[in-house]
T-cell receptor, first 114, second 112 residues
Framework: DSGVTQTPKHLITATGQRVTLRCSPRSGDLSVYWYQQSLDQGLQFLIQYYNGEERAKGNILERFSAQQFPDLHSELNLSSLELGDSALYFC?????????????FGPGTRLTVL | GENVEQHPSTLSVQEGDSAVIKCTYS??????FPWYKQELGKRPQLIIDIRSNVGEKKDQRIAVTLNKTAKHFSLHITETQPEDSAVYFCAARFFNDYKLSFGAGTTVTVRA
């Protein structure tokens, strides 16, 4: 167990809908990262927050947004869902924002869009 | 951003043999190189990492080597066991960047 928690574990929804994925970082970690992993694909970086502020953006669609709250948990919002959004969504956390800091992954949320 | 290439994409080895996975990166200023193991449907788990001021690091049957001149780093697994079967991802971080750039992954199968 990495100490990073994600809810829900599974999510099944329809095209056009909106969902929210939640992540709680390890105790003491200030930085949260979101990754998308499609079937048989690698890990694609979406976005990173550090202590409530956005720090880095990757290949995140405009239909997706995220935020980090004062208690450091983070939410990833996916809207106008398409079939191709079906994937595993992981969040990871680390103590600081960059440098050589180790990232620990949560168990992931499996999103299925029908 | 950083570009990471990983080879091979699949690797099948006999139990007890060694497995080697190689990654190359594009930016010479990268300074941190972790390796993650991911079993089917589970989270990526850090198995070993190396920083740019070190050439080699070992942890029991796992070792990572870094060649900064050639811009490549490799994972070595010795005395492979069936539980080593998984997908392995390498990653690199540019020194002034916040995100990890991952390789495409190597599916390792250890044959009993």
């Amino acid at each position: 167990d990495s100490g990073v928690t994600q809810t829900p574990k599974h999510l099944i929804t329809a095209t056009g809908q909106r969902v929210t994925l939640r992540c709680s970082p390890r105790s003491g970690d200030l930085s949260v990262y979101w990754y998308q992993q499609s079937l048989d694909q690698g890990l694609q970086f979406l976005i990173q927050y550090y202590n409530g502020e956005e720090r880095a953006k990757g290949n995140i669609l405009e239909r997706f947004s995220a935020q980090q709250f004062p208690d450091l948990h983070s939410e990833l919002n996916l809207s106008s869902l398409e079939l191709g959004d079906s994937a595993l969504y992981f969040c990871a956390s680390s103590v600081v924002a960059g440098g050589s800091d180790t990232q620990y992954f949560g168990p992931g949320t499996r999103l299925t869009v029908l | 951003g950083e570009n990471v290439e990983q080879h091979p994409s699949t690797l099948s080895v006999q139990e007890g043999d060694s497995a080697v996975i190689k990654c190359t990166y594009s930016d010479s200023a990268s300074n941190y190189f972790p390796w993650y193991k991911q079993e089917l449907g589970k989270r990526p788990q850090l198995i070993i990492d190396i920083r740019s001021n070190v050439g080699e690091k070992k942890d029991q049957r796992i070792a990572v080597t870094l060649n900064k001149t050639a811009k490549h780093f490799s994972l070595h697994i010795t005395e492979t066991q069936p539980e080593d079967s998984a997908v392995y991802f390498c990653a690199a971080r540019f020194f002034n960047d916040y995100k990890l750039s991952f390789g495409a992954g190597t599916t390792v199968t250890v044959r009993a």
